[in-house]
């Protein structure tokens, strides 16, 4: 059973920097595929971005969130810079332990952290 637990969530001006992490248990990362999410109230939850055997970004945040991983300790960063008003939501670390699922959709993970709240202000 793999356990995810997510940080660093709160309150950030619109341009300014936040990171995110998720911290992994029961596996290695060498063996998982970890995603963010995010949802905001009243949406779907969407893809953020995700590492592992593949890399991938949404469009909406390409350029401005960059996600990272140390294997040592287990950990999976998310670094968001010039945040906007419409990246405020629930942020959550998802993780999935085989290779060949897709990784873009919610239902690709099989592990779930509890969410971490960024509220970016105008």
């Known amino acids: 059973q793999v356990q995810l637990v997510e940080s660093g969530g709160g309150l950030v001006q619109a341009g300014g920097s936040l990171r995110l992490s998720c911290v992994a248990s029961?596996?290695?990362?060498?063996?998982?595929?970890l995603g963010w999410f995010r949802q905001a109230p009243g949406k779907e939850r969407e893809f953020v971005a995700t590492?592992?055997?593949?890399?991938y970004y949404a469009d909406s945040v390409l350029g401005r969130f960059t996600i990272s991983r140390d294997v040592a300790l287990n950990t999976v960063y998310l670094q968001m810079n010039n945040v906007r008003p419409e990246d405020t939501a629930v942020y959550f670390c998802?993780?999935?332990?085989?290779?060949?699922?897709?990784?873009?959709?919610?239902?690709?993970?099989?592990?779930w952290g509890q969410g971490t709240r960024v509220t970016v202000s105008s």
């Open positions: 590492i592992g055997w593949n890399t």
């Open positions: 029961g596996r290695t990362l060498n063996r998982l595929q």
């Open positions: 998802a993780g999935v332990a085989q290779a060949n699922r897709g990784f873009l959709a919610p239902s690709n993970y099989d592990y």
